[in-house]
């Protein structure tokens, strides 16, 4: 041992803190990091990273990471040995199951871990405990994207790579700030922007640093992307740009969309977001001059109610102008956590299967009745917001969650607390005993990505190896290792020794991961998952879109306006991604140096509203929504204009959490909450 602890080791990884995906080599001597590198060998990111991934590490051996399983005695928490705990846990959910139904019992996933531990996941609700209800954090980010390409192109995930994007001659970004949310993809189409003469078109309700860099920046109002998009379809439509041949060959649905486009007018539009009808028709002749055009979309698109049709307006409008099925072309949904395409992508889903095979899709749910030996219902089971919904209503009586902090990243915390303390068993796996473990009766502890081997899938579609660096630190274990426990203390059998075995099961009942495996997988190599028979694809559509027809589908939703608060509700309140930190902070609050470069959160508020309000920077406000309070000191700041407030959703304490302030009220279509369609009053407590 103390000659392993003198040895200097090098092992590839991936970075866990966004859908970018880079990867490096991790130097340790024992469990000290030494740096962390990022090499020409990595196809994503090369020699280039930012802050996180290079020192976002410490967090792996913090003195706060929980190292052994505990169980509640009344307000209490004591460690238990893993028999005692999964004794536990086999007993409680086999008796739910037993008496209150197979669908009582909720899996919530996570895009924290790897491919292979989300696809267990969801074996462990579907074989073991016969059960659709099994859901990911892409419900509280990026299902809206998701739906809106199933129902236009047929797959939901990127059409190209990130290097293609530096292909296109324009690239709009909406609703996503990537500088601070994907900084390595922000500074590949940075470059483009400035080396190549690549254009570029933002629209956010902030000027932030993408926006200042934009050649057109928009402004819409809060929620009303949709209309402006259907806008410019339409303009384009009135002008004869569209791309008649490729919709002949490629699209249904033509005359209906023509028709569904008809209201959408410049004045309508200009109305109902507030955005010059100059600057709707600039954006329109931008796309119809472009050699290629690339739309990227983020939370600002997706957390609101009408989040899934903008998505859908999106995959029209570039179908409309044939932006699809070359490089430099097509949807580029912003994946936020390192898996959350690979999380959806593994069937934790309630209606879908690996390899994104829907439930109700005959021949795919016989071939996992099958090798699972068990009959799978064709209806979709629960998403997360139904879970909870199912609580309140008596239904569902158990969640098992894994690597999710939902009592602070679900909407309405305060309601979400107090349905979580309304359940009658709950079982948290995770690094840290969280926000959501306080609620738990089991608390198990996980290993961190640096601790385990698997793979990883960025947003581009591209799935790529881990190797582990360290040993699990005491007696945490790898999240696959832990829901293979789960699924023999209940009377399964399963006896994976390593997660390659996982993934080529996994493979064997997916045709689009037919050609992947360990090996194909070996060192920096990586593989694309899309339309081409089972073979890795970059350009996910090349000879069609998936569908039977292999034609694309005009979608034909409509508008949905934004929700509607009180009056006294008088400032729009919008929320975001800082670059220093990663989603709620668990992991990065415990790294000192991020936490040294960024220590307290605030509001930002424009310098007409603090003229008004007469506020100066680091005055303490209380900002009240209709479902709770939070304190927090003011920046003021032209990032954001008017009425307009924009909070981190990175918070260092509970207690000023954004998620206190945001309501229920979720998307039409997939019931992601509208994080983004939230008004609040803002009071003044201190000055400075
Ligand atoms: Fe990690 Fe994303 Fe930063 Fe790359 S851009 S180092 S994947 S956080």
């Not at 073991?128 to 954090?137: A, E």
């Not at 254009?199 to 402006?228: C, Y």
């Not at 996992?368 to 008596?394: C, H, R, W």
């Not at 981190?648 to 309501?663: C, I, K, R």
Request: negative net charge; aromatic residues 10%.
């Amino acid at each position: 041992a103390a000659m392993r602890e003198t040895r200097t080791k090098k092992t590839k990884t991936v970075c866990t803190f966004c859908g970018v995906g880079c990867t490096f080599e991790v130097w340790t001597k024992g469990r000290k990091i030494l740096k962390v590198e990022p090499v020409e060998q990595s196809p994503v990111n090369s020699i280039s990273s930012c802050v996180k991934g290079k020192f976002g590490w410490d967090f792996v051996n913090s003195e706060e990471r929980l190292t052994t399983p505990l169980i509640r005695k009344g307000d209490q928490f004591v460690q238990a040995t893993w028999d005692e705990a999964l004794t536990l846990i086999s007993e409680k959910l086999g008796t739910i199951s037993k008496t209150e139904g197979t669908d009582a019992i909720g899996f919530v996933s996570s895009s924290k871990i790897t491919n292979e531990e989300n696809y267990l996941m969801q074996k462990l609700a579907r074989q073991i405990f016969k059960t659709n209800n099994v859901d990911n954090c892409s419900r509280y980010c990026q299902s809206p994207a998701t739906d809106g390409l199933l129902s236009t192109v047929g797959f939901g995930g990127d059409s190209g790579t990130i290097q293609d994007i530096a292909k296109a001659g324009l690239v709009i970004i909406i609703g996503a700030n990537p500088t601070e949310g994907h900084p390595v993809l922000a500074t590949r189409v940075k470059r483009a922007h400035k080396l190549h003469g690549q254009k570029l078109i933002v629209s956010d309700l902030r000027k932030h640093e993408m926006a200042e860099r934009s050649d057109l920046f928009i402004h819409p109002n809060q929620g009303t992307d949709f209309v402006w998009l259907s806008a410019v379809a339409k303009y384009i439509l009135d002008q004869g740009w569209q791309n008649e041949e490729f919709i002949r060959q490629h699209v249904n649905q033509y005359e209906e969309y023509v028709k569904h486009l008809e209201k959408f007018t410049l004045e309508f539009a200009e109305e109902l977001t507030g955005i010059k009808k100059q600057q709707l028709i600039e954006v329109a002749k931008m796309i119809h001059e472009a050699d290629g055009t690339c739309i990227l979309w983020g939370m600002g698109v997706t957390q609101n109610i009408a989040g899934s049709h903008t998505s859908a307006a999106i995959s029209n409008l570039l179908l409309l102008t044939g932006n699809y099925m070359r490089e430099g072309a097509g949807a580029y949904p912003l994946r936020g956590h390192n898996n959350v395409q690979g999380a959806c992508d593994m069937g934790t889903l309630p209606g879908w299967l690996p390899g994104n095979q829907h439930i109700a899709n005959d021949e795919a749910r016989e071939r996992f009745e099958k090798a699972y030996g068990v009959k799978i219902s064709n209806k979709p089971g629960k998403d997360n917001t139904q879970m909870l919904e199912a609580v309140e209503s008596g239904d569902l009586k158990a969640i098992y969650l894994v690597g999710e902090d939902m009592a602070w990243i679900d909407s309405n915390s305060n309601h979400v607390h107090e349905t979580l303390s309304k359940l009658d068993f709950f079982v948290v796996q995770d690094v840290f005993f969280t926000k959501t473990a306080q609620f738990a009766d089991v608390v198990l502890p996980a290993s961190p990505s640096l601790e385990k081997e698997g793979t990883f899938t960025n947003t581009e579609r591209r799935v790529q190896r881990l190797y582990q660096v360290f040993e699990p630190l005491e007696d945490s274990k790898p999240d696959w290792w832990i829901i293979q426990q789960v699924a023999n203390y209940m009377g399964a059998n399963w006896n994976y020794s390593h997660p390659s075995e996982i993934f080529a099961e996994m493979a064997s009942l997916a045709p689009i991961f037919m050609e992947a495996n360990y090996e194909v997988l070996e060192g920096w190599n990586s593989f694309f998952w899309g339309s081409n028979q089972g073979a890795s694809t970059p350009l996910l559509f090349t000879d069609g879109f998936n569908f039977p027809d292999k034609k694309a589908v005009f979608s034909l939703v409509d508008f949905v306006p934004p929700v509607q608060y009180g009056e006294e509700f008088d400032l729009v309140l919008n929320n975001g991604r800082l670059l220093e930190h990663f989603h709620e902070g668990n992991l990065t609050n415990k790294s000192r140096g991020l936490q040294y470069k960024l220590p307290e959160v605030f509001v930002e508020v424009s310098p007409e509203l603090a003229k008004e309000r007469e506020i100066a920077d680091g005055f303490l406000v209380r900002l009240l929504s209709p479902y709770g309070a939070i304190k927090l000191r003011a920046l003021v700041t032209d990032r954001v204009q008017g009425n307009e407030l924009y909070v981190p959703m990175h918070s260092v304490s509970h207690e000023n959490a954004v998620n206190l302030l945001t309501g229920s009220t979720g998307d039409v279509r997939t019931n992601t909450p509208a994080y983004k369609q939230t008004k609040v009053q803002m009071q003044v407590i201190k000055k400075r």
